[in-house]
Nanobody
């Protein structure tokens, strides 16, 4: 059974950094793309970033390019999202999700079959 567990969320001041982690179990990470999504109150769930099973392909939303970096450690079965220069508009619940894909990834939530429970990120002074 595929399981994903997010961690690393919290309260941070504008301009600060957080590192989110997605720990996966029940499947071989090499064969799955992992996506990060976020949902703010009253808004739709949006794609933030994704990384392919091979790790060679990544994508970022325009709003986070140059500030967020996605990486994976297949040996530890984790995917990380390093978030720098955080802004109040980054405040949301962040979710990781998995879909079987080796060479590419997409940031469309409907493509992803398995989801974590989410972790809250709040950017505020």
């Amino acid at each position: 059974q595929l399981q994903l567990v997010e961690s690393g969320g919290g309260l941070v001041q504008p301009g600060g950094s957080l590192r989110l982690s997605c720990a996966v179990s029940g499947f071989t990470l090499d064969y799955y793309a992992i996506g990060w999504f976020r949902q703010a109150p009253g808004k739709e769930r949006d794609g933030v970033s994704c990384i392919s099973g091979s790790g060679r392909s990544t994508n970022y939303a325009d709003s986070v390019k140059g500030r967020f970096t996605i990486s994976r450690d297949n040996a530890k079965n984790t995917v990380n999202l390093q978030m720098n220069s955080l802004k109040p508009e980054d405040t949301a619940v962040y979710y990781c999700a998995a879909v079987s894909a080796i060479t590419s990834c997409v940031m469309t939530s409907s493509f992803y079959a398995s989801w974590g429970q989410g972790t809250q990120v709040t950017v505020s002074s």
